[in-house]
């Protein structure tokens, strides 16, 4: 798709990042675990910060998350409940995932706390992800080579789309935070809407490659704005259509009326709605939840779990003052 990749150089390029991508796979754990930092092992979420070292290096114990922990409710018996990690809330008991993943529950939790239970490994950046200095500096010098010999034009990685540069990294599959860290490594961030003709120009393009892959893109749900938001500056993803895609329910659903508010839930539909098998996303409202366009979905926007692992679609900003001055 891109014609740069007919350049010998960045094949070996292209070559040694997804070695280099591989190398960095951490281990697949199951719903409701969370790799350890070292070693790839997996422990229950719910063992967090218990007092009991579950993982062999330690991490789960970190005084650095369990600092802010909640403490055990005398109100939940451990007897029934089998974990620290349990907090009493409005007449019950729930894990602390079950709070933080809960968007009418979330807001009652500390924020830093919501954080480091919905990412998937512990001890990483939820903006980041644990890469190498030859990784970033082999990214880098990729992009940097051809910075100063082809401008105007889009450096290497990079695609021009309308004004953009984009970069559609397809081989790589990776969680939400290692997708914006991959972009940040060749002089980009995930891609961000700034106006409707680029977002046009995006899509069209799209349509006329035939593109199949699924790509992260710079939009999440964060708990600092109470809102779907841009990654790049915190201001509001807009809402509704052309934006976000439908999708579809194995039941019912009542029409709500047009959400225009980003900071608030959506509005509850009236007694006699219609009833439709489509909901218009974003559905959830709570933390770990990022935006994608994909291949089922048109390239439409749809929410998704920060955990899924689609590939970045990158936008050009060019070298920091400070990586002009490395360089």
């Not at 967090?48 to 802010?68: A, F, H, K, R």
């Not at 401008?151 to 997708?179: H, I, Q």
């Not at 069209?204 to 109470?226: H, K, P, V």
Request: charged residues 20%; proline residues 6%.
């Amino acid at each position: 798709m891109m014609p740069a990749l007919a350049c010998p150089r960045l094949v070996l390029v292209l070559v040694l990042v997804l070695a280099l991508l591989h190398s960095a796979e951490g281990a697949k754990c199951v719903s409701g675990q969370t790799e350890c930092a070292t070693k790839g092992q997996c422990i229950s979420k719910s063992n967090l910060c218990d007092g009991t070292n579950q993982c062999s290096d330690g991490s789960d114990e970190d005084v650095t998350i369990c600092e802010s922990w909640p403490t055990r409710s005398h109100n939940c018996p451990s007897h029934r409940y089998g974990s620290s990690s349990i907090v009493y809330h409005s007449g019950s008991c729930y894990t602390v995932y079950s709070m933080c993943s809960d968007s009418s529950r979330s807001r009652f939790m500390n924020s830093r706390v919501c954080e480091i239970v919905l990412k998937p490994k512990l001890g990483s950046d939820q903006d980041g992800m644990n890469m190498t200095n030859e990784a970033v500096a082999l990214l880098s010098s990729a992009v940097n080579s051809t910075l100063k010999a082809r401008k105007p034009d889009c450096p290497m990685l990079y695609t021009r789309v309308g004004n953009d540069c984009l970069s559609f990294f397809s081989p790589a599959k990776v969680a939400w935070p290692e997708a914006r860290q991959f972009c940040r490594s060749i002089y980009g961030d995930l891609w961000h809407f700034t106006d409707i003709a680029s977002y046009g120009h995006l899509m069209a393009f799209l349509r006329e490659e035939q593109f199949t892959s699924n790509y992260w893109i710079g939009g999440r749900y964060d708990l600092d704005t109470n809102a779907w938001s841009w990654a790049t500056d915190d201001s509001v993803m807009p809402l509704g259509a052309p934006y976000w895609t439908l999708k579809q329910e194995s039941s019912c659903v009542r029409r709500r009326p047009p959400h225009t508010d980003p900071f608030s839930d959506p509005p509850a539909a009236l007694p006699n709605a219609p009833c439709y098998r489509n909901v218009l996303s974003p559905k959830k409202r709570s933390s770990g939840w990022c935006a994608a366009m994909t291949y089922e979905n048109y390239y439409f926007w749809s929410d998704e779990t920060c955990d899924e692992t689609f590939s970045p679609l990158c936008v050009f900003i060019g070298p920091s003052d400070k990586q002009e001055a490395d360089n």
